[in-house]
């Protein structure tokens, strides 16, 4: 189950009506629900956790000076969500980062902490795989590398990206399925 999805102890709209009041003690709930969603969500595209917390921060600005413009349409937590999908490409963009996803390298070294048997040789060979997987998802177009991101990294439902991502469920699968396909294409001699 996602943190992301979970419901304010006060009711979702009973936080926004607090939110737009201008109360502190409603904006302190607001971040204390999603900090570390909208932290894990940013790593993923930026991997860099200066910049990450930079933007973690602007989203919840973005949120406080605009909440009075949110109409509804979505969850409170997938409106914040595509703030921070749009603000995280920005800067991946401004920045001209390579590397769009979570730190795919830290789910190897998790893997080979696990797996005593790895030699020196073999823990090098997972990480340089991990570095060609991290290129490869690079090379995604955006709409299937944000797809793939938000599904496989952290965790998110097709329901939950298709309304993060303001499209149907059907266009996420085919998102999420056509990412598995280039990314086969483009490691076919990766062992992972």
């Known amino acids: 189950m996602s943190l992301s999805w979970i419901?304010?102890?006060?009711?979702?709209e009973q936080l926004i009506e607090q939110l737009?009041?201008?109360d502190n003690k409603a904006f302190k709930e607001l971040i204390d629900l999603y900090r570390l969603q909208m932290i894990n969500l940013c790593y993923g595209f930026i991997r860099n956790?200066?910049?990450?917390?930079e933007i973690v921060q602007d989203v919840f600005i973005e949120v406080y000076r605009s909440i009075c413009?949110?109409?509804?349409?979505?969850k409170l937590s997938t409106w914040m969500f595509r703030i921070a999908v749009s603000k995280s490409l920005n800067k991946v963009r401004k920045n001209k980062f390579k590397n769009m996803v979570s730190s795919i390298e830290n789910i190897f070294e998790q893997h080979s902490e696990k797996s005593t048997s790895l030699n020196p040789h073999q823990l090098m060979q997972t990480k340089e795989d991990a570095k060609m997987l991290n290129k490869a998802i690079d090379k995604l177009p955006e709409n299937q590398r944000?797809?793939?991101?938000?599904?496989?990294?952290?965790?998110?439902?097709?329901l939950q990206i298709s309304e993060i991502?303001?499209?149907?469920?059907?266009?996420?699968?085919?998102?999420?399925h056509r990412a598995k396909v280039n990314l086969k294409n483009q490691l076919k001699n990766i062992k992972i």
């Open 146 to 158: 944000i797809a793939f991101v938000l599904h496989h990294y952290d965790g998110h439902s097709y």
């Open 7 to 12: 419901i304010p102890k006060m009711g979702e």
């Open 165 to 176: 991502m303001n499209t149907s469920i059907s266009a996420v699968e085919s998102l999420i």
């Open 49 to 53: 956790q200066e910049d990450t917390e």
């Open 20 to 22: 737009r009041s201008g």
């Open 69 to 74: 413009n949110f109409r509804g349409d979505s």
